[in-house]
């Protein structure tokens, strides 16, 4: 039996990423030693060309990962990983990957494919106006008064704002302003004590 022939009866016939039943082909998954059906998987072309060009990526495209996370095979556990890992600046992909667990072996696979550039050693701390590092969950208030676009009003200097989320880009906190979910810039913040 071909590898192709092993993911189209594993796959039902669909894409194991998004279920779409069109343009479908064996998609390798990278670190590959030698290609066998346990790490390959059958995706759809929208979902190759994504994957292999992150500048094509089409966020919405991508909430189908909610149902294909939970596929038991491994190399879909991992795919789909690293897309979430690669949407984490959508709040949406962060709650997901944090309800998605993968075993020791198979989150090593998965972080084995990350580009360089994505590796925890290289990703730069969050920090507030001041310097000092910030954390998920941390309490900061506000240096200045902000005008919230879209919400109609101004957040106060002075707010605290609890328990804010990290997101991909160490200049931005999210959290919840007069009950409002909104980002805001680290150089208008201070840790709070």
Known sequence: MTVESTLVKRSG???ELCSSDSSLSVFHIPPVASIQPENSIYLCNTCATQIKDPSKIEVNHWRALNESMWSEVPAVQVMAWRQLK?????SWARDLLDQLFLDEETLKW???GLPESE????VKPT???N???LLDGDSVTLIKDLEVKGANFTAKR????????????PEHIEGKVNGTHIVLLTIYLKKAI
């Open 127 to 129: 920090k507030d106006s």
């Open 110 to 112: 998965a972080e084995a």
């Open 119 to 122: 590796s925890s050693d290289d």
């Open 86 to 90: 690669q949407l984490s600046g959508e």
């Open 131 to 133: 310097g000092t590092i």
């Open 158 to 169: 002075g707010t605290l704002v609890k328990n804010i989320t990290l997101t991909s880009n």
């Open 13 to 15: 016939s669909k894409c």
